[in-house]
């Protein structure tokens, strides 16, 4: 049974840091881009970062690739991700998954649920002082 549980989350002040992390089992990492979708209140969910199987290129949405860090530890099964100067706007839970394939990309992140195979059950993050 694929699962994957976040953990991490909490809350922060304007210009802190967090690392998320996610406990990836049932599938191997090596075989499937995994990554990040964040859904802040009464917005939809938006993929924000990924990162390929096999050669741990990353990719991200919007500007988020000079504050976020999106890793994987195939050996752990372990998927990261590092977000620093985060911002009242960063306010979001924040979902860990694995998508349908090896593809990674920010036009794949804009493409939504639809390219997404499991979701985790997700970690609040609120950013406020």
Do not use: H
């Amino acid at each position: 049974q694929v699962q994957l549980v976040e953990s991490g989350g909490g809350l922060v002040e304007p210009g802190g840091s967090l690392r998320l992390s996610c406990a990836a089992s049932g599938f191997n990492l090596d075989n499937y881009a995994v990554g990040w979708f964040r859904q802040a209140p009464g917005q939809e969910r938006e993929g924000i970062s990924c990162v390929r199987s096999r050669d741990g290129s990353t990719a991200y949405i919007y500007s988020l690739k000079d504050r976020f860090a999106n890793s994987k530890d195939s050996a752990r099964d372990m998927v990261y991700l590092q977000m620093n100067n985060l911002k009242p706007e960063d306010t979001a839970t924040y979902y860990c998954v694995q998508f349908r394939t090896n593809i990674c990309s920010e036009w794949y992140l804009r493409e939504g649920e639809d390219k997404v195979l499991t979701w985790g059950k997700g970690t609040p993050v609120t950013v406020s002082s």
